[in-house]
């Protein structure tokens, strides 16, 4: 069973997590945009979703050994978009996710590639651009 929110709402910050992330973390359907695989994907590291993430990295990408944090109190905080930038099989999603690690907070300021293979979206790999 998912775990979400007392609320409900998505982890990722877009709505309901039913009709958000649940939708692809549960329900089994597939991303239609880049923006929206990398959402649920911030919404499977939250939830420990270990296997929904290794599903969701390109093949050739993939790195060995585990994927999801499981550092103990880490919390994860928001997410923000900052942008979608879809060119055909290609996309980029530059975004900034908070987190809390023993009390203390944290970002991490990402611009990701992704690849549509098949009809599926899948994260290729990222950069992590200097914050002024």
Known sequence: MARTSESG???CGG????TC???FLDQ???AQTAEQLMRSRY???TLGNEAYVRA???PRTLPDGV?????PGMKWLGLDVRRHVPSGDEATVEFVARYKVGGRAHRMHEISRFLREDGRWYYVDGSF???A
């Open 9 to 11: 709402k998505c982890p």
């Open 15 to 18: 709505g309901e997590y039913a």
């Open 21 to 23: 992330c649940g939708r």
């Open 28 to 30: 089994g359907q597939i």
């Open 43 to 45: 919404t499977a590291y």
């Open 56 to 58: 969701t990295w390109y």
């Open 67 to 71: 994927l999801v944090s499981n550092e």
């Open 129 to 131: 651009p200097n914050d």
